[in-house]
């Protein structure tokens, strides 16, 4: 009787089909809704028009009913965390101080809202850190989206901030995974296994601490919105190549 000769094959996940980007309509009414409980989503100053809807981000126009960006608005970064030890949330927090200082110093920067999802051992922890840096340019909030609530703010949002890595260095952090659906760009902290998803300076950024962290946030948000710049180009190479 003939041995069976056997072999191991990789089999990736592949993220939910609500995981997609978000059409300008559906991001608006996100922001709106958002911004009733959380004030980084309300407008900034009133439009003109009174019947004019206007978030941090978007305004619906009252007559035609259409969605735009704004162009002053501010850059919108995700990052979504378990509050655990596998996720070092203080080298996202010492980038965004560095990135408040470029900013102090003026650099040509935008203002910047940071969305941390997610609920976790750590989370108290940092939301009392957070509280106590007094940032001028920057606004973190932290609400506790249910279920399905995360996949259409993932489809909204500039940047992700991926802190996942794996205690075993062998495990794809299905985060990134989700990400590549919605085509969003994405810094993510390096680790073993990474390159087997994240092509560095192709669909998304790799770093090791909050320096490089820091120059990352630097080099993307340069004079945002720039559709010709370094961020747009990883959103359109992430819709060509689709590398679920």
């Known amino acids: 009787m003939g041995a069976t000769a056997g072999w191991a094959v990789t089999v990736y996940d592949k993220p939910a089909s609500f995981f997609k980007e978000a059409p300008l309509d559906l991001q608006h009414r996100l922001f709106m809704k958002l911004g009733s409980t959380h004030s980084p989503f309300r407008a900034r100053s009133e439009p003109e028009d009174p019947d004019t809807e206007r978030s941090a981000f978007t305004e619906r126009d009252s007559g035609s009913g259409l969605v735009t960006r704004l162009h002053e608005r501010p850059a919108l970064l995700v990052s979504s965390t378990s509050w655990t030890e596998d996720e070092d949330f203080s080298i996202l927090l010492a980038a965004l101080e560095k990135f408040e200082q470029l900013t102090l110093d003026g650099q040509n920067l935008p203002s910047l809202v940071c969305v941390i999802t997610g609920k976790g051992p750590l ?21 506790w989206l249910e279920g399905r609530g995360l996949p259409p703010l993932l489809g909204s949002v500039d940047l992700d901030v991926c802190l996942d890595t794996s205690s075993s260095g062998l495990d794809l952090p299905m985060k990134v995974v989700d990400m590549f659906r919605c085509c969003l760009p994405a810094c993510a902290v390096n680790f073993k296994c990474l390159h087997e998803l994240v092509k560095h300076e192709e669909n998304r950024l790799v770093f090791e601490d909050s320096e490089e962290l820091a120059a990352q ?3 993307l948000f340069s004079n945002f919105p720039d559709p010709e710049g370094k961020l747009n180009q990883f959103r359109k190479n992430l819709r060509e190549s689709q590398q679920l």
Do not use: D, G
């Open 123 to 143: 989370r108290e922890y940092y939301s009392r850190l957070i509280h106590q840096k007094h940032f001028q340019h920057i606004q973190v909030c932290i609400p």
């Open 217 to 219: 946030l630097q080099m």
